[in-house]
């Protein structure tokens, strides 16, 4: 799973402020394996939320490995799908998924030696018990049989890149 930063609206203070002094980032990260129902198009998985902001260093974290957020996302009803060209499967674009019941633990690690930790979690609202919180998704639902999807061979040209290349191609 992957995630691409968001903004967190108001930033450190509840406001925005001239040059985005303020500005806070919010990235989720998995920290478990996810347990996909197919049928049921529910995800259960565990995640921490990285917050990045210039005060609050880099190990500024909602959550953790030892400590996760829960999620529990779930859909009602059942969502349009359409095939996907020649391969065995559908897609269900813009699939709803929401989660009503997630407990949100307290922030670690935020400033040095975690000396911010109270002034995110005053922002926060955090620790949060289960209940408190919500969460709804938007995303492209894929149902496909992996073994029928290969990626294409390899050209001589591409098989000679620099592995480094290659390797910051696939984490583009």
């Not at 998704?137 to 149902?143: F, K, L």
Request: proline letters at 9%.
């Amino acid at each position: 799973m992957y995630s691409n930063p968001i903004s967190v609206p108001g930033g450190a203070i509840g406001i925005d402020t001239p040059l985005n002094l303020t500005q806070i980032t919010a990235t989720v990260e998995a920290v478990g394996l996810p347990n996909i129902k197919v049928l049921d198009q529910e995800l259960t998985m565990p995640v921490r939320l990285k917050l990045s902001n210039s005060l609050l260093g880099n190990n500024c974290y909602l959550g953790s490995t030892a400590n996760p957020i829960n999620l529990h996302l779930t859909t009602t009803g059942n969502p349009p799908s359409e095939p996907i060209g020649d391969y065995p499967g559908a897609v269900f674009p813009a699939v709803q998924h929401t989660d009503n019941l997630f407990a949100a633990p307290a922030a670690s690690g935020c400033g040095v030696f975690g000396a911010l930790n109270w002034a995110v979690n005053l922002r926060a609202g955090t620790p949060s018990a289960s209940g408190k919180n919500s969460l709804t998704t938007s995303s492209d639902v894929y149902t496909v049989a992996a073994r029928k999807v290969r990626p294409p061979a390899a050209s001589a040209a591409q098989a000679a890149e620099p592995a480094a290349v290659a390797q910051m191609g696939a984490a583009g």
